[in-house]
């Protein structure tokens, strides 16, 4: 059952679809990457660099 | 009976495989969290901010609204899993991405309960947790308390649910003082009190559609006589009450003759609701009132943040 749903080829209507949202995602994982990075630092301030030795 | 069971097992491995791709968009995905509402949220939260005397880094701020935008989103895309049924029947909804076939339900519930969980754990984690639990508690409430429970059993549903709709102000003082102030209680109330004119001024006008989807809207179980006086009832409370931020002292000059105008307003509308009950004209004033009621509520919330927020806060008293 799984092989044959995975042998239906995609529309290019289909694939454009996939290929979006995909980008979307990405995107997003993109700027959670800066989100937390820009919120560390401004939650840190300039203690980011003060750490227990 | 071969070539019959073939084509049968055909028809549904061909169904399961459709069934097991996206055929949405991503604007698709972007409607299923309901952009105006969304829009409300984060419009009502960032008032929720600028009243609340803090000290909070702008980048921090700006991230809870984000998360509380999207918290916002998530339990609107989760209620549009829930309601596909009924969104299919009436003509207000049958064009959102479930009952049009363009998302599956599964793809909706995953996509919801993933911005759900994402959002509130961010909130915490920038914030703080007393934030974080109130925006899952708004999400909660909004899912499961009005969509799975109150909406299709109780005329009093808009009434109770409307307090999801009315928490994003308290969720976003929370997020940026870490407590809970009489402020945004007083914005809370604001909310809540004039969701039922608003909704019930639109199932007036929309109540065949609520009929046809078995939501036991006010019109529809009480009557539309006592859905006019009901609204009556609630705009009476609602006028003085969207006074009440200048006699707490966070409404000023401005705010204070937006809301009392703004308040006759609503009254006189709601007043010709109550009057016109037949017809057209009944239905024309129904409208009209819906569309006020959504300009009032603007207005209020506009006035506060402009006053707060760009420095044009007048004291009314003293």
Redesign the interface.
């Known amino acids: 059952?799984a092989d044959?749903?995975s042998s239906?080829s995609?529309t290019p209507e289909?694939q454009k679809?996939?290929r979006?949202?995909s980008l979307?995602l990405a995107l997003t994982l993109g700027v959670l990457v800066v989100?937390f990075y820009?919120?560390t630092i401004?939650?840190l301030g300039p203690g980011v660099l003060q750490r227990p030795m | 009976m071969s070539t019959m069971s073939n084509s049968l097992a055909e028809t549904h491995?061909e169904s399961?495989?459709t069934a097991?791709?996206?055929?949405?968009?991503?604007s698709d995905?972007f409607a299923l969290l309901k952009p105006r509402v969304m829009f409300l949220v984060v419009f009502t939260a960032l008032v929720g901010m600028v009243v609340s005397p803090s000290n909070v880094?702008p980048?921090?701020a700006f991230?809870s609204l984000l998360m509380i935008a999207v918290g916002g989103g998530a339990s609107g895309c989760l209620n549009m899993w829930w309601d596909a049924d009924i969104d299919a029947i009436m003509t207000r909804t049958a064009k959102r991405p479930i009952p049009a076939g363009k998302i599956q339900p599964g793809e909706a519930l995953a996509f919801g309960v993933t911005l759900s969980v994402g959002s509130v754990i961010i909130l915490g984690l920038?914030s703080n947790w007393l934030a974080a639990g109130l925006l899952a508690f708004t999400i909660f409430f909004y899912v499961v308390v009005y969509s799975m429970w109150l909406k299709r059993t109780t005329q009093q549903n808009i009434v109770i649910g409307g307090a999801a709709g009315a928490l994003p102000p308290i969720v976003a003082q929370a997020a940026v003082t870490g407590h809970v102030a009489l402020d945004s209680i007083v914005l809370f109330a604001i909310i809540f009190m004039w969701t039922p004119p608003h909704f019930w001024a639109l199932a007036l006008v929309k109540s065949g559609d609520y009929q046809r989807a078995g939501i036991p809207m006010m019109p529809n179980v009480a009557g539309p006589d006592a859905t006019r006086f009901q609204i009556l009832a609630y705009t009476i409370l609602l006028a003085p009450l969207g006074m009440a931020p200048v006699a707490l002292g966070f409404g000023g000059l401005a705010y204070a003759i937006i809301s009392l105008v703004g308040g006759f307003g609503m009254l006189a509308l709601a007043l010709q609701v109550y009057r016109l009950r037949q017809g057209e004209p009944a239905m024309r004033v129904a409208q009209q009132l819906f569309g006020f009621s959504i300009l009032y509520l603007f207005l209020l919330f506009a006035t506060l943040l402009v006053e707060h927020g760009f420095g044009f806060f007048r004291p009314v008293f003293g």
């Open positions: 059952m044959q749903k239906r995609l289909e679809r996939r979006t949202r979307a989100l820009v919120v401004a939650k | 491995v399961l495989a097991g791709l996206s055929q949405g968009d991503v995905f880094h980048i921090v991230v920038v």
